[in-house]
């Protein structure tokens, strides 16, 4: 079995996918539930300086492949948290980093109330745009406060990722989670012609798989550009996502919509499916791959515009026609119950490679 402990900005985990905030993390129970199932620890749901209303309704998920939310922060105001939920949301004094947000006037009013109760706290900026300004300045106020670890939680929307990770960690960030869920986005039930959300406008935000990409490159270009840790969050949905994190620079991930869609045993589910992923690739931890595809990259010296057909495994190959159906060059076509590739045709575009479920075509 590899070693999956982590640690992060002086946090010590048993594994590397934790609970982010959200509803999975909403109250102690919930906590507890997670961590039973195998989560390493929590970020408590997002607190701010009044309770959130919440449009509903609020979470629509879209077969699995992306999902739509009107969640804000809390429900739950900080006092109910205080009095009710902080205190017991640790099983074996797993870490608990407390999200707050959004702008200084709230960390001023909510740290000196929750800070007994916190081991990091994570801010989040929500959707600041392109303007960094209030999050720096939320920043430099909970560093004045609070002597515990402080994380950034960013949006997608800001130009220079690397940038705005090198003027966080400037300004005492001890690390980044990255990102927030992608939008304002739009889906409407055709059946009744009105949005899925129940917000005013109709809009929610969108999570689950389909941002992952979003997330990868967000992880990636804060790793190349930051010594501090980084929480990769947005579309991990099992192991393979968490090594792909990992290769991407991430420290550790946290998981919410998965968990939302799932329950709290997806959590073990993807701890197991990250080791097992490790195991059969004869890795002993996740250092031996962390920023991999950063190292990787970094000695390309081809633009790879030269055009490469994909070689063929024909023991693999069991002639189901998908890439010749598929291939948009007509490069492709099965005989005798194989593939048969033109490389004079083929442009090299790689489609039919993604597309085999044998995985019997590959491009070096």
């Not at 961590?35 to 970020?43: E, Q, R, S, T």
């Not at 929307?157 to 986005?185: F, K, T």
């Not at 992923?277 to 190292?295: Q, T």
Request: aromatic share 6%; charged share 20%; net charge neutral.
């Amino acid at each position: 079995m590899a070693n999956l402990n982590i640690k992060f900005a002086g946090l010590n985990y048993k594994n590397p996918v934790i609970i982010g905030a959200g509803p999975p993390s909403k109250d102690a129970e919930t906590i507890i539930e997670a961590i039973k199932n195998g989560a390493a620890g929590a970020v408590a749901k997002t607190v701010s300086s009044q309770a959130a209303v919440i449009p509903k309704p609020c979470m629509h998920d879209f077969k699995g492949k992306h999902f739509l939310n009107t969640e804000l922060w809390s429900e739950l105001a900080v006092e109910h948290w205080i009095e009710n939920e902080y205190e017991n949301c640790k099983l074996n004094d797993e870490p608990l980093i407390i999200g707050m947000g959004y702008v200084a006037k709230d960390i001023e009013k909510l740290i000196p109330l929750i800070d007994r109760f916190a081991d990091a706290y994570e801010i989040s900026s929500h959707y600041v745009g392109r303007d960094i300004t209030p999050m720096l300045e939320t920043l430099k106020t909970a560093k004045r406060l609070t002597k515990k670890p402080v994380f950034m939680k960013i949006s997608p929307g800001v130009g220079d990722i690397g940038e705005l990770g090198r003027q966080l960690e400037l300004n005492g960030a001890d690390g980044i989670v990255a990102i927030n869920s992608v939008g304002p986005c739009l889906s409407i039930d055709i059946e009744t012609g009105m949005p899925h959300m129940g917000s005013q406008t109709g809009y929610g935000w969108m999570s689950g798989p389909a941002i992952k990409p979003i997330t990868l490159r967000h992880v990636y270009e804060l790793a190349k550009a930051v010594n501090i840790p980084i929480f990769g969050v947005g579309g991990i949905s099992k192991g393979e996502d968490v090594i792909e994190m990992v290769m991407a620079g991430a420290t550790g991930v946290q998981v919410c919509t998965q968990a939302i869609v799932e329950g709290p045993k997806a959590f073990g589910r993807i701890v197991k499916e990250t080791n097992d992923w490790l195991d059969s690739h004869g890795y002993r931890s996740l250092d031996e791959i962390r920023g991999l595809a950063i190292k990787n990259l970094a000695q390309r010296t081809s633009n790879n515009y030269e055009t490469i057909a994909p070689t063929l495994n024909s023991n693999l190959c069991v002639g189901c026609s998908i890439c010749e159906n598929i291939c948009p060059y007509n490069a492709i076509e099965i005989k005798e119950k194989k593939a048969i590739i033109d490389s004079k045709v083929c442009f090299g575009c790689g489609v039919c490679t993604s597309k085999c479920p044998t995985k019997a075509l590959n491009i070096a």
